[in-house]
């Protein structure tokens, strides 16, 4: 039953085959019995997540709701959820509970959805490993010796190992993507404002993206259609109109034209990953498409661009945590700047200081043209090379990150090395451009994503590439040991 | 790039962050590799190229000068370390 598509349980639901409670009680279970060799949930909501499966089980008996009624998912606990602690990852906010309700959770409660519990995350999603959580690491189901990847590192996990049928994540420089890769499920960053961000606790605002994350393309889908859309209460919001993401998942890809960039298949990309990807794009030949090369020629560039700009943004968001109306405050504070000095610091693990001190750097007087404007004219560079190369091809291909999932402990030592991990999915989110990882294969027994990357506002499109790819491979569909025990 | 130590402890008094003297040992390695990291950007040029803040190059959405929110003061003040008589409670500031 967990390994069952958002479709399939919604038909099951109907026919009766099921009742969400007993469908909700089986994921609890699941999760009580698997979840402590993985760590995925910082918050398990089991008496919010019955109340909600109840409700949607009335809604079921009088023939109304949507596909999402009654289905059990999980948020990232980035998004604030109204009476349900919200930590993310951080001992900041270990006790804070959101007095309102973040657009994204709240358009996905009011299509029927039962929430399951909220998912462990990098602290302030600052990390590509989920090693950077205050609540501890999280395991790669494949393999426990391994990270899931990060930010959405729980919510990746908790889907693999079917702890949840599908869930919400964030990508500021690959956060969706990159776990998604690592744990072998589908997963979807959107074009910047096409999600709201109202509720989502900040990380790089100008950045920052929340999307669907789950076994396919298609239960992706069901997802953003309830999520995307316009919201007044974002003010970057995108005020164009929402697609209907399922309505194309059908069509057939002949003379798709697909661009893959000489700049993500050179030095640093592990062989058996080429060959999967390589393999992955051949599949799509066979589907009609062509394939041509194509340049991305300031690809490099985005690592320092983006390893400025969101340390930038971050000391600027991160800044509301003063141990004043939320979060932590240390003991007997001396004053009012002892106070926000030691809160702070007892607050914030070593990589959010980290990143808060670059940013705080990059932006102070002085060097403030140097790093955060050289940064943004940067990014116009990166993302001219991508308007340029969408005018030539409807997708560009490419890995999502150079190697499959690395050890824990592995790359915690050097300072930069995790960062030269994102070569692959920070220029996406510089631009603003939507992509996607879709399982493509296995090397060495850990998965590896394919990216498939779109032109603004082209989630159906790049939705529809991934389904007919899922409709000829079976590679979203396997899974790992540890998720069959229970 | 490299920064002293001294630099180290005056960026963190700017994102108001109190370093043990240990920890400052090490932020000094670790900023200043991130700093090494992001300097090969200075060798690009960059001239005449306008600076992107936003990726969709949208201009900030204005909205009515109205009130919108209701008053939800105790909500609020619920998750303050420290409240008094309605109001958020902090170490004195004034002698």
């Not at chain 1, 996990?157 to 964030?170: D, E, F, M, S």
């Not at chain 1, 744990?183 to 990380?203: D, H, Q, W």
């Not at chain 1, 001396?334 to 610091?345: E, G, N, P, T, W």
């Not at chain 2, 590799?33 to 992107?52: A, F, K, R």
Request: hydrophobic fraction near 40%; include cysteine.
């Amino acid at each position: 039953m967990f390994e069952q598509s958002i479709s399939t349980l919604a038909q099951k639901l109907r026919n009766k085959d099921i009742s969400s409670v007993e469908l909700t009680r089986l994921f609890l279970a699941r999760i009580a019995k698997l979840d402590p060799q993985l760590n995925s949930y910082i918050t398990v909501s089991e008496q919010r997540a019955l109340e909600q499966a109840a409700t949607a089980d009335a809604l079921i008996q009088n023939g109304k709701g949507t596909s999402l009624t009654g289905i059990p998912i999980a948020h990232k606990d980035l998004f604030c959820t109204e009476g349900t602690l919200t930590t993310c990852g951080s001992k900041m906010l270990n006790n804070f509970i959101p007095p309102y309700e973040s657009t994204v959770t709240s358009r996905i409660q009011q299509a029927g959805a039962v929430m399951l519990g909220k998912t462990n995350m990098d602290e302030f999603a600052m990390g590509s490993s989920n090693e950077n959580s205050f609540y501890g690491a999280v395991k790669n189901p494949w393999n426990l010796d391994m990270v899931p990847g990060g930010s959405s590192g729980g919510s990746a996990a908790a889907i693999a190992a079917g702890l949840a049928v599908a869930a919400t994540g964030t990508d500021t420089g690959g956060s969706i993507r990159q776990p998604a890769s690592f744990c072998g499920i589908t997963g979807l960053k959107p074009t910047y404002g096409r999600v709201s961000r109202f509720g989502m606790i900040a990380y790089a605002s100008s950045l920052d993206q929340g999307g669907p994350m789950a076994k396919s393309a298609e239960d992706c889908a069901h997802l953003m259609q309830a999520m995307a859309g316009f919201d007044e209460k974002d003010s970057t919001s995108a005020d164009t109109p929402s697609e209907d993401y399922l309505a194309n998942l059908n069509a057939p890809l002949t003379g798709l034209k697909i661009g893959l960039p000489k700049e993500y298949f050179g030095e640093g990309l592990d062989s058996q990953v080429a060959d999967i990807i390589m393999a992955a794009v051949k599949e799509f030949e066979k589907l009609g498409a062509t394939v041509k090369e194509i340049s991305l020629p300031n690809l490099q560039l985005s690592i320092p661009s983006y390893y400025v700009i969101a340390p930038s943004e971050a000391s600027s968001n991160l800044s509301r945590f003063d141990g004043v109306r939320f979060g932590h405050r240390c003991d007997d504070p001396k004053d009012l700047l002892d106070m926000y000095m030691r809160s702070r610091a007892e607050g914030f693990g070593t990589e959010v200081q980290k990143r808060i001190m670059v940013g705080t750097y990059a932006l102070s007087e002085g060097y403030y043209d140097a790093y955060y404007l050289k940064a943004q004219k940067i990014r116009r560079l990166i993302k001219e090379d991508f308007v340029k190369a969408l005018d030539e091809v409807d997708v560009i291909m490419g890995p999502v990150a150079p190697t499959t999932a690395f050890g824990l402990g592995s790359k915690t030592s050097d300072p930069v090395a995790m960062y030269l991990e994102d070569i692959y999915t920070l220029s996406v989110n510089l631009a603003g451009i939507p992509a996607m990882s879709v399982p493509a294969g296995f090397a060495n027994g850990m998965p590896v994503g394919l990216q498939v990357m779109g032109n603004y506002f082209a989630e159906a499109k790049l939705l529809n590439v991934a389904h007919q790819y899922q409709q000829n491979t079976d590679w979203h569909l396997q899974t790992p040991t540890m998720a069959k025990g229970a | 790039m490299s920064i002293d130590k001294q630099d180290v402890q005056k960026i963190a008094h700017l994102a108001r962050l109190a370093l043990t003297e240990a920890d400052a040992d090490q932020y000094q390695h670790s900023l200043s590799s991130v700093l090494s990291l992001v300097e090969q950007m200075q060798s690009v040029d960059t001239d005449g190229v306008e600076p992107l803040s936003n990726p969709l190059e949208m201009t900030q959405r204005l909205r009515e000068d109205i009130v919108t929110e209701e008053n939800r003061r105790d909500a609020f003040l619920a998750n303050a370390p420290q409240t008094e008589a309605g109001l958020f409670l902090v170490p004195k500031v004034i002698d």
